[in-house]
């Protein structure tokens, strides 16, 4: 019966490696036949190969590729970017509360710079521009609001106008961006009754004296009479009147009223139905001036 040979203990892994290479330094100590050893006897001559030896079947080769693998760590990518794998990004928290409760204040949050896994970097490790990590905040205690729009200003013949304002809850005046919209607004409007090239001859309005009396008042007056007035004016002109006549009628009692000079030529008449109706000059239309010299 065949005993086995008891097996020597198992040593570490360290252990058995520095053995091995202890071996292969010194030759591991082998004998020649009469027990000496190899590099004390003079009649061999040394070997230019290396030894020939049995390597344990315990010992491990540390340069085997799964030498260690139970002790080693799994490998991770590092670093800001770890090769494209695990970029790094800005993380940016929430604003805080205004710092003041009236007027002007800051706001803060916290910005870092962290890997895809979140875990925090150093801030050159995040290539891409840093959020403001602060800014200014204002709170008001103050309410605006409108006036009320004001009356629609006098057509020029072709546009209106109206204003507001915009006012705080103390009753300062301020600019209407606060309020959130516009102070004024215009429209088109048609010309003043008895005004305009229409005025040359009758309307569908008024009949033709109406239309003189209408253009003799608005030259000289600056606006358009009421249908009483020109009712008034009418009755003592008569309904065929012209723009001539009126305009003295008018002007001759002006002038007993107000010690104006009595004379009003068609030329004068056409200079002020400019002024007082499209705000210009009459010599600036050349055109036009003839027109209501010859109506």
Known sequence: MTTSRPRPPRQSRAAATTLLLLGLAYGCGHAGSDGAPLDSQPSSPRRDTPLAFMTPDWVVDPNAPDAGASDAAPDEPTGPTDGGLCPSRWSIGAWSTCSSSCGDGMQTRAVFCVSCR?????????????????????????????????????????????????????????????????????????????????????????????????????GVMGRVPDLGGLAFWLGGLGPSTTVSAASDEILDSLAEMHGMPATYDDSRFVEDLYVNMLGKNADDDPAGRPFWLLC
């Open 118 to 218: 979140d875990e925090p970097l150093a801030e050159s490790a995040c290539s891409a521009l840093q959020p403001a990590s602060s800014r200014t905040c204002q709170v008001s205690v103050y309410t605006y609001a409108y006036t009320t729009w004001s009356a629609w200003s006098t057509c020029n013949g072709t546009i209106t106008g109206r204003t507001r304002s915009c006012s705080s809850s103390d009753g300062v005046s301020v600019a209407c961006e606060l309020c959130g919209g516009t102070c004024s607004e215009t429209q088109s409007c048609a010309p003043p009754v008895g005004s305009g090239r229409a005025a040359c001859g009758s309307t569908s309005q008024l009949s033709a004296g109406e239309t003189n009396v209408a253009r003799a008042y608005l």
